[in-house]
């Protein structure tokens, strides 16, 4: 195993639930759907990251 392989070996996939919680929240917003383009995209990006990292330090998510 080389050293990038034993850095990035914790990595988990994204959450795929959470990113459709995060895309359902984006539908739910007053605005035509896909009007912020490229934001809404990271704002799902967004959630599934802080919510992976409070959970892999065994906070609260929610």
């Known amino acids: 195993m080389t050293q990038i392989d034993a850095a990035f070996a914790p990595v988990t ?3 795929a639930d959470v990113a459709a919680a995060a895309r ?6 007053t605005k035509p759907p ?8 990271l704002s ?5 990251e802080v919510t992976t990292t409070l959970t892999a330090l065994g906070l609260a998510v929610g």
Request: no cysteine.
């Open 34 to 41: 896909g009007s912020l383009g490229r934001l809404e995209e």
């Open 13 to 15: 996939a994204p959450d």
């Open 24 to 29: 359902a929240r984006q539908e739910q917003l």
């Open 44 to 48: 799902v990006w967004a959630a599934v």
